[in-house]
């Protein structure tokens, strides 16, 4: 794991005492079914993001001034279970210090820990999950922290939203609440105000990469076809900076190929991004509405 500072940004943007943000990579491959590589996903998304300009031109900002700490990856791996605590240890050790916490996987049965974390930590907490998968499995093959089984947790103790899902076993059926499912074939139509209008003030947002169609974003260990674009993917989380208290995210599944980088750079510019909305909308109301 890189010893360097998130982006390459200065020293005095990058310490724990002064950064609003905290990063934490979690290179975790453990219970991935099919393709493996979601543990090299942290590495290519830093490196990606060190090659990239950090003056976002929609919000006319340089967010990283506000401070990003990159936190000492989370390696434990002897189990999914064990992974899974650390994970929500350090997330709420971060949140506690009030950071802003984002993390970066690895598969992801990461966000398990992640949303555990947060869902103790804010009160009737909405989690907003962008995937084309359902994840829905209570177990699967003797775990109930595999990456199929992700979101089991958040549908029975959170207010779960599920968006651009294309992919799911019949047995999880019973799991959803399809009126709070945005399938990737009704992604079409209007949808995202009534996704808004289903959210709490408090929202969590894990974005698998594998919600993005596999036009703009191939590198990931199982791609489906008739997945989200760019500008609606970053309209929606706009508007959810904009409505929502966002009080953090992660983002899981990117498994890096070594002659393809365009999934890398997404990845590394969906973060950045979603920093820039973060701290330009935070404090948003209707009235300064510039558009
Ligand atoms: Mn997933």
Not at 91 to 120: C, M, P, R, W
Not at 222 to 238: A, D, H, I, N, S
Not at 255 to 273: I, N, Q, T, V, W
């Amino acid at each position: 794991m890189s010893k360097k500072n998130y982006a390459g940004i200065p020293d005095k943007y990058a310490r724990i005492d002064e950064a609003k943000v905290v990063l934490i990579p979690v290179p975790y491959d453990g219970t991935s079914t099919w393709q493996k590589g979601a543990d090299k996903g942290p590495d290519a998304f830093l490196e990606a993001s060190e090659n990239m300009e950090l003056y976002d031109i929609e919000t006319r900002s340089e967010v990283y001034k506000k401070g990003v700490y990159l936190a000492p990856a989370v390696t434990e791996d002897s189990s999914p279970e064990k992974m899974v605590e650390a994970v929500y240890k350090t997330t709420k050790n971060y949140i506690a210090q009030d950071k802003f916490v984002t993390l970066f996987g690895g598969e992801h049965s990461i966000s398990i820990g992640s949303i555990k974390a947060f869902s103790e930590s804010f009160a009737d907490l909405t989690v907003v999950q962008l995937d084309a998968h359902a994840d829905l499995r209570p177990e699967y093959e003797g775990s109930k922290c595999n990456h199929a089984c992700a979101m089991h947790e958040a549908s029975k103790k959170t207010n779960l939203i599920q968006v651009g899902i294309r992919s799911m076993d019949i047995s999880e059926t019973e799991h959803m609440d399809e009126n709070q499912v945005y399938f990737g074939h009704d992604l079409y139509e209007d949808w995202m105000d009534d996704a808004i209008g289903q959210m709490t003030p408090n929202v969590f947002i894990t974005i698998d990469l594998d919600a993005f169609d596999p036009s703009i974003l191939p590198s990931t260990g199982t791609p489906e076809p008739g997945g989200l674009f760019w500008y609606e993917t970053l309209e929606f989380l706009k508007l959810m900076f904009k409505k929502k208290n966002v009080v953090g995210f992660d983002i899981v599944e990117l498994c890096p190929k070594e002659d393809e980088k365009s999934s890398d750079f997404l990845a590394a510019k969906l973060y950045y991004k979603m920093l820039s909305y973060k701290f330009k909308y935070q404090n948003y109301n209707e009235e300064d509405d510039d558009e």
